[in-house]
């Protein structure tokens, strides 16, 4: 297998979801910065340094929410409240924001 190496930033920037809820299922991992579209998954954790922008629809209107760092969702169904999510878009600090 081989091997990514990556800068310090991008070792804690990153979005896990998981196929199910509580943690259980498939596991993928987006590393910042990057945007999804239609994610889909069961539960959420949010790498240490990322910051992840999300766009739902709940009863018909679009909402903008955030996800702040060391973010752990093991239901998101639930913690959404019915909304379902369009896209997701991870942000990473820049070097000038340390």
């Known amino acids: 297998m081989a091997r990514i190496f990556r800068t310090s930033a991008g070792r804690d920037c990153w979005l896990d979801v998981y ?3 509580y943690f259980n299922g498939k596991l993928r991992r987006y590393f910042g910065p990057t945007e999804v579209d239609r994610l889909t998954g069961g539960s959420v954790i ?6 992840v922008q999300v766009l ?3 009863r018909g209107k679009a ?3 955030e996800l702040k760092p060391n973010r752990i969702i093991a239901d998101l169904a639930a913690s959404l409240r019915g909304a ?3 896209s997701a878009k991870v942000v990473c600090p820049t070097a000038s924001a340390r």
Not at 46 to 51: D, K, N
């Open 56 to 58: 739902v629809h709940r």
């Open 84 to 86: 379902t999510i369009d």
């Open 19 to 21: 196929e199910s809820s």
């Open 63 to 65: 909402v903008s929410m």
């Open 46 to 51: 949010v790498g240490p340094r990322a910051r």
